[in-house]
């Protein structure tokens, strides 16, 4: 299949979008970026790579960190991680308190900021240098060496983090958290700080579309088992309260961050990665969302099963 071709389809066909959407500006640091960037990348299980756009440039994964500190927690405590966070969808935006409160300070899933700072907690109390073990762990997967934290987002989302403080108080109050909260929230933020490119992202991934295995040496990150387990939470839970939304238009598990980047996977097929940094009412990527939409429907690609192509293509 071409997909530089379809790419640029896409592209085309997106060029006069006119709901692009706003870019972050509850973290100062994120109000920065240029909402005209789109980028889309694809590795396939063959190894081959293609790119449309901006696709070298770094931007704030911020979200999107979170499925894989989940996938390093899950490693290291095994099913344990679902006595303390749980696996379903949360209906409710990605910083919501109320549920919380409800569930008695067991996030409903690792997904939304409570259940990615218990994820938190948990590497904090299991690695010896969580920052140092962590970034390590996502080079491996990435290939590349000098992906980093950002420290002035990290900074920066620290000095409004009221929301994600509200949040950990609560689970520590209800025997949630083990480790000092401030400890513990200074390392998720610096999570959400990581900076990747569109090409970096969907490299990342690409192990969740091979049962778990590093494409870059064949390293087992996961079994099969655990793998459908983190893809399943993806499907379910990775777009905030616009996940059946995204299944819905998509079919893939895939992951979004309001830095507006999107990675999605196609088991035994390939990872795809967009970046456009407007985002919808949800929190989304608005633009991201549209090109993957268009994307799954030309190639026929999504868990549910093909669909045929029609004289028309319809997205709606
Ligand atoms: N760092 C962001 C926060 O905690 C992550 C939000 C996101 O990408 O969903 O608010």
Redesign the pocket.
């Known amino acids: 299949m071409n997909y530089k071709e379809i790419f640029e389809q896409i592209s085309d066909e997106l060029k006069d979008f006119d709901q692009i959407g706003q870019v972050?500006t509850?973290?100062p640091a994120l109000a920065k970026a240029n909402p005209n960037k789109f980028g889309m990348y694809l590795v396939t299980e063959e190894g081959h790579e293609y790119d449309h756009g901006d696709v070298e440039e770094n931007f704030s994964i911020?979200?999107?960190s979170?499925v894989l500190s989940l996938v390093y927690a899950f490693k290291l405590v095994g099913t344990d991680l679902w006595r303390r966070v749980g696996v379903e969808p949360s209906g409710s935006p990605?910083?919501s308190l109320v549920q919380l409160e409800y569930e008695q300070g067991i996030p409903r899933n690792p997904l939304i900021?409570a259940g990615?700072i218990v994820v938190c907690d948990i590497l904090v109390s299991q690695l010896d240098n969580p920052y140092q073990d962590f970034i390590q762990f996502v080079r491996d997967l990435s290939g590349n060496p000098s992906i980093d934290y950002c420290k002035e987002t990290a900074q920066s989302?620290k000095e409004c983090?009221f929301?994600?403080n509200a949040h950990i108080n609560l689970m520590k109050s209800y025997g949630n958290i083990d480790n000092d909260v401030e400890e513990v929230l200074d390392f998720?933020?610096h999570l959400?700080?990581i900076e990747m490119s569109c090409k970096d992202l969907a490299q990342t991934f690409m192990f969740l579309a091979r049962s778990g295995k590093n494409p870059l040496n064949n390293d087992k990150v996961l079994t099969a088992r655990e793998t459908k387990r983190i893809n399943a939470i993806m499907l379910l839970c990775g777009f905030?309260d616009e996940a059946g939304e995204f299944a819905f238009k998509v079919g893939l598990p895939g992951k979004?961050?309001?830095?507006g980047g999107i990675v999605a996977i196609y088991p035994d097929q390939y990872s795809v990665a967009v970046w456009s940094p407007g985002l919808n009412s949800k929190?989304n990527s608005s633009k991201g969302i549209k090109a993957l939409e268009i994307f799954t429907t030309i190639t026929q690609s999504n868990v549910f099963g093909p669909s045929p192509i029609f004289d028309e293509l319809e997205y709606e």
Not at 256 to 259: L, Y
């Open positions: 972050a509850y973290i911020q979200s999107i979170k990605f910083n900021n990615a989302e983090g929301k994600n998720y933020f959400c700080s905030y979004s961050g309001v830095g929190g």
